[in-house]
């Protein structure tokens, strides 16, 4: 299959598929606070899931992909949400940028991501043939189902 990019499959067949490889091959470093920490100031509560890390190691790895040049800021406020104030309207507010930044250092670890001599992370080759990889494999599988 070649030419098959992640822009081919869906963003959450993508992600579900590259966070189950990410959490098989055991490589991605997962913190050990991962358990008790809130992903972002608006919420209340931790993630029920379990494997959450791995699933947003594999969403900003997808994220990062498809513009080229992200820093902590812009992700914190993609993951970002709406804060609950009562009876006040809601506003905006962003995701844990430790959490973030965390996730980005995983995923340099492993060669996915490096350090732009700008700003930000982008995408390493070997990061882009792995992730198209898993899109190609994703491809396979619905044309073989």
């Known amino acids: 299959m070649a030419g098959i990019t992640v822009k081919d499959v869906s ?3 993508f992600v579900k598929a590259y966070a189950a490889y990410l959490k ?3 490589k991605l470093e997962v913190p050990k606070w991962v358990d008790i920490v809130k992903t972002a100031t608006h919420k209340e509560l931790a993630p029920y ?3 959450w890390f791995y699933v947003r190691a594999a969403s900003v790895a997808r994220h990062i992909y498809l513009r ?3 820093g902590v800021g812009a992700l914190r406020k993609n993951y970002g949400g709406r804060k609950n ?3 006040k309207p809601h506003h905006h507010s962003d995701a844990s940028g430790s959490v973030l930044r965390k996730v980005l250092q995983a995923l340099e670890k492993i060669k996915v ?3 732009d001599e700008v700003k930000g992370r982008v995408i390493s080759q070997d990061g882009q ?3 198209d990889r ?3 494999q994703i491809v396979r599988a619905v044309e073989q189902a």
């Open 11 to 13: 963003a959450h067949s």
């Open 24 to 26: 098989r091959t055991g």
């Open 49 to 51: 899931d379990p494997d």
């Open 68 to 70: 080229k040049q992200v």
């Open 85 to 87: 104030r009562g009876n």
């Open 113 to 115: 991501l490096e350090k």
């Open 129 to 131: 043939k792995d992730l």
């Open 134 to 136: 898993i899109a190609a």
